[in-house]
C-alpha cells in the first residue's frame, strides 16, 4: 500500500515526539505504541486491515533506510470499531482509544476528499493532532498520484 514520504516524515518528526496523550515511545530506535483507529461508521472490511498492515510495513521499511537504518515502526496496533463483528485475533484494547490515536481512518470530509491529510491547528512545522486517511484512500491504489 502508498504511504505518501510527507506523511511519514511528518508522522515520525513532527506527530509523535511531541503529543502530550500520545502513548508512543521511541525504543531501541522502534516506534513503540502507535495506534491507528477505524471509525465506528467505516463499514466492516476485512481488506482495509490488510491494506493498513501492508501500508505500515512498507512505510516502516521505507522509514528505516531514509534514515540510515536508525530508526522504524516496532509496534502499530490497529483500533477496530465495536461495531465490526468479534474475531478471535482481536484483542480487548488496553488504554488504546479513538481520541488518542495517531492516525485515524475515517470517512472523507468535503474539504479534503479522499486525500490524507495531518489535523493541525498551529502553524507550519508544529505538532498536529493526528494524521486522516480515508477507507477509499487505504483501499484503492494511489501509487500514480502519491508515489511509494
Not at 515520525?12 to 515526539?17: A, G, I, Q, V
Not at 503529543?19 to 472490511?45: C, H, Q, R, T
Request: proline share 6%; with cysteine; net charge neutral.
Amino acid at each position: 500500500m502508498v504511504l505518501c514520504l510527507t506523511v511519514i516524515l511528518f508522522l515520525t518528526l513532527h506527530l509523535l515526539p511531541g503529543m502530550k496523550s500520545s502513548m508512543v515511545n521511541l525504543i531501541n530506535n522502534g516506534y513503540d505504541g502507535i495506534v491507528i483507529a477505524i471509525n465506528p461508521s467505516v463499514p466492516e472490511d476485512e481488506k482495509l486491515i490488510q491494506n493498513i498492515k501492508e501500508m505500515v510495513t512498507e512505510a516502516s521499511t521505507y522509514l528505516f533506510h531514509a534514515t540510515k537504518r536508525r530508526v522504524y515502526f516496532r509496534n502499530v496496533s490497529i483500533l477496530i470499531p465495536m461495531t465490526w463483528k468479534s474475531k478471535s485475533e482481536y484483542l480487548m484494547p488496553k488504554q488504546e482509544s479513538y481520541d488518542q490515536a495517531e492516525v485515524i481512518v475515517a470517512n472523507p470530509y468535503l474539504k479534503h476528499g479522499d486525500d490524507p491529510y495531518t489535523l493541525q491547528y498551529g502553524r507550519c512545522g508544529e505538532k498536529g493532532q493526528y494524521i486522516h486517511f480515508t477507507p477509499d484512500f487505504l483501499l484503492n491504489n494511489n501509487l500514480p498520484i502519491y508515489g511509494s
